[in-house]
């Protein structure tokens, strides 16, 4: 078992965006909350990246960011820091499975793409079957932990459950709040655009979206 801890919310989470294993461009941190402006329960997910805009993260972006099918908002915090989130609502059950440290309750259809998101990455892959299907590991794990199978069985999953102040956000954001502040966020604009134009065509309405810099908190 993997002992230290991981951002439960970049390993279960991140996969089901679709965005392809191998991408130039990652997110620095991934989150379930975001503090005084998201909650746990809104089943929003979050991803942070801190990254100086090029063409080459604007093409990205505009593909598998703003394009996403989960795409809901986004948030420039400065220039360097862009915030990226993802609504979860028709997916209810894999957010509870993660909330819960159940992760052997995805969906069939998630379980598939999370492994296959992990496959050929050594260990790692191993790990993360075991989370998804510890039924298939109880025994292996039992020997390396020196305990009995019925404890095991009767834990049944053999991840940890989130630590959810470490999958929350901590960034001040202005006194005005960002929500309430409709010129600094893109929901508006993409909702409202209803005509069979491209998603991707937000990426230069963006660079108007400027917010204070704000520093990336803990």
């Not at 991803?47 to 100086?52: A, E, G, P």
């Not at 989130?85 to 379980?111: C, E, Q």
């Not at 191993?126 to 404890?151: R, T």
Request: glycine share 6%; hydrophobic share 30%; net charge neutral.
């Amino acid at each position: 078992m993997y002992k230290e801890y991981f951002q439960k919310s970049k390993v279960f989470l991140y996969p089901l965006l679709g965005i392809p294993k191998g991408q130039k461009y990652v997110p620095v941190g991934t989150y379930l909350a975001w503090e005084d402006e998201i909650d746990f329960k809104d089943m929003k997910f979050m991803c942070l990246y801190k990254q100086r805009e090029s063409k080459a993260f604007y093409k990205f972006e505009d593909k598998y960011l703003l394009g996403n099918m989960l795409f809901d908002d986004y948030q420039k915090l400065s220039k360097t820091i862009h915030l990226y989130i993802f609504d979860f609502s028709k997916f209810p059950n894999d957010w509870r499975a993660v909330m819960n440290g159940r992760y052997s309750k995805f969906t069939d259809r998630s379980k598939k793409i999370i492994t296959d998101f992990f496959e050929g990455s050594g260990r790692v892959t191993e790990y993360i079957e075991s989370y998804i299907y510890p039924d298939y590991y109880h025994d292996d794990v039992a020997i390396d932990l020196a305990v009995s199978i019925e404890l095991l069985q009767d834990v049944y999953e053999l991840c940890d459950k989130p630590n959810l102040e470490k999958e929350t956000l901590k960034l001040k954001v202005p006194e005005v709040g960002l929500f309430k502040n409709k010129n600094i966020s893109l929901s508006d604009n993409l909702k409202k655009n209803t005509n069979g134009k491209n998603k991707s065509s937000t990426s230069s309405n963006r660079e108007n979206n400027d917010g204070n810099n704000i520093k990336l908190g803990s």
